[in-house]
């Protein structure tokens, strides 16, 4: 994903030594000897140092009570921007914490001042609800075009769109680095030089490219950035992350949402938002997730986002051709450029119901994800899709892992024999 990343090849690769280690450092993995984890995507697999934050932050609380035990933690609260920010090139002041991404892009958009917004087929189905939900309110406009390789590059679909947006509203384009339910990663080249062309805002969710890939906000020129730490940074589930460009700081207004963490109350009458992205944060949250969140970041940077990137793609080969050697599978983003390591299936009839087949799966040890209409209704439709088997190994997924999978899907589908 040379768009998103730096050239994984450029990387050194991990040893077995540092694999295994890395393993052991994995509760999850450790404990379950039978356990093969497809499903970093969904929700992966966190290492001991993120339970350590959680945990010193339940120990704190439970015995000086919230308010002292935040007190007592304050520095390290505040370092959790810093090491958001080293992990995404942007600034801590850019930074604002968040309960989810999906949050954080509603937040984003909720400050647009009644944009146009400029979407695909692969919008996540908490941004696509948000925006049909404002559309209904008449709170903006949007129009939904095609992502996918075409005859017509990206930049162009693009440049005509945001061409024929209406008059009068501040366009905003909202991409997928990697989509929810295809694993090729979006085409970024050229694409912040024709929204910014235009007057617009870049909007990214980068939740399926953040901890698999090295992101660099600077260089991908995006105005909004927003990803959770449950997927493939290996962070908590409840935590999400919104960067803003100095330009987004700019643009953006206040926030629907705004409240005393967010903006000073200074006459009876009048609010000042703060100038930074802390107008985006609420006065409530949970210290122990956005610790955890900030040694989440801390682990990936020390691991380095680029090895990570290119043992991801060693993994996605040899899952890829394991498939392919025992049932004859083909991945969706077979022959294409820029895979990342979200593989997606189109399940044979024989297997019936797709979420059936993922239960099945867990039944014997194999955590996999079937991803349906609810989260990728436009994806799903444009591609004539019921839904998809998404595969998603991580870094420390191992051959083991891979054959467990193999035997999972025979045993418990015995009519995939060839």
């Not at 969710?205 to 260089?219: F, I, K, L, R, Y």
């Not at 940077?301 to 990137?309: E, G, K, Q, T, Y």
């Not at 890829?320 to 009839?349: C, I, K, M, N, V």
């Not at 797709?354 to 439709?381: C, I, K, N, Y």
Request: net charge neutral.
């Amino acid at each position: 994903m040379p768009a998103i990343a730096t050239e994984p090849g450029a990387a050194a690769p991990f040893t077995e030594a540092e694999l295994a280690r890395l393993r052991r450092d994995t509760p999850a993995w450790g404990a379950g000897a039978h356990l093969a984890h497809f499903a970093h995507g969904s929700a992966s697999l966190p290492p001991e140092p993120v339970y350590a934050q959680w945990q010193a932050w339940l120990e704190a609380e439970r015995t000086l009570g919230t308010h002292r035990a935040t007190e007592r933690h304050a520095d390290a609260l505040h370092a959790v921007r810093a090491s958001v920010a080293r992990l995404v090139n942007a600034q801590p002041h850019q930074v604002a914490l968040l309960g989810s991404a999906s949050q954080a892009w509603a937040a984003a958009m909720s400050a647009a001042h009644a944009p146009h917004v400029i979407t695909t087929h692969d919008e996540y189905g908490a941004n696509a609800l948000h925006l049909l939900n404002a559309a209904r309110q008449r709170r903006l406009g949007f129009s939904v075009i095609g992502a996918r390789p075409g005859a017509t590059p990206l930049t162009q679909r693009l440049d005509h769109a945001l061409r024929h947006a209406p008059a009068g509203s501040r366009p905003v384009v909202s991409l997928a680095a990697v989509p929810t339910a295809w694993g090729a990663a979006t085409p970024m080249d050229g694409v912040a030089r024709c929204v910014h062309a235009h007057g617009g805002l870049l909007f990214l969710d980068a939740s399926h490219a953040v901890g698999q890939e090295p992101v660099d906000m600077q260089a991908l020129g995006c105005d909004v950035l927003v990803f959770p730490t449950r997927k493939w940074l290996r962070g908590p589930r409840g935590a999400g992350v919104l960067c803003l460009s100095q330009r987004a700081l700019e643009a953006l207004g206040t926030p629907d949402a705004v409240d005393v963490a967010g903006a000073q109350w200074l006459e009876a009458e009048r609010l000042q938002p703060w100038s930074d992205a802390r107008r985006f944060e609420g006065h409530e949250f949970h210290p122990g997730l956005r610790l955890a969140l900030g040694a989440a970041c801390d682990y990936a940077l020390a691991v380095d986002p680029a090895r990570i990137a290119r043992q991801n793609a060693l993994i996605r080969q040899r899952l890829a051709h394991a498939l392919q050697e025992r049932f004859g599978w083909q991945p969706l983003e077979a022959g294409l450029p820029d895979r990342s390591a979200l593989l997606t299936y189109r399940l044979p009839e024989a297997f019936g119901d797709g979420a059936a087949f993922v239960r099945r799966l867990a039944d014997a040890g194999v955590h996999a994800s079937f991803v349906g209409p609810q989260h990728a209704r436009w994806a799903l439709e444009a591609a004539g899709l019921p839904g998809v088997l998404r595969l998603t190994p991580h870094y420390l997924t191992d051959d083991d892992e891979i054959a467990r999978l193999v035997e999972a899907i025979e045993t418990t589908n015995p009519r995939v024999h060839r």
